[in-house]
Nanobody, 116 residues
């Protein structure tokens, strides 16, 4: 059974940091490209960051470049998103996503709220 379980969300003040985790099971994690998406209230889900399955290359949406870091630990079947210098506009539900060829899987999401 495929499972992706996010954790690490919460309430943080502007300028603060959080680290999200996504633990997966039920498929060969190392073979899948992994991504973080987010969805703010009233907005469409957007791609935040991606890390490949091969050489671990990363890509980020412009609004988080220099503040967020995506990483993966294949031995632990876990992906991370380290978020620094958080802004109120980063408030959203963050989802992890796994993709390989025509296969794609989603987690249930974790809420991140940036507010003073």
């Amino acid at each position: 059974q495929v499972q992706l379980v996010e954790s690490g969300g919460g309430l943080v003040q502007p300028g603060g940091s959080l680290r999200l985790s996504c633990v997966v099971s039920g498929f060969t994690f190392s073979n899948y490209a992994m991504s973080w998406y987010r969805q703010a209230p009233g907005k469409e889900r957007e791609l935040v960051a991606t890390i490949t399955s091969g050489d671990g290359s990363t890509n980020y949406t412009d609004s988080v470049k220099g503040r967020f870091t995506i990483s993966r630990g294949n031995a632990k079947n876990t992906m991370y998103l380290t978020m620094n210098s958080l802004k109120p506009e980063d408030t959203a539900v963050y989802y992890c996503h796994a993709k390989r060829l025509s296969y794609g899987y989603w987690g249930q999401g974790t809420q991140v709220t940036v507010s003073s």
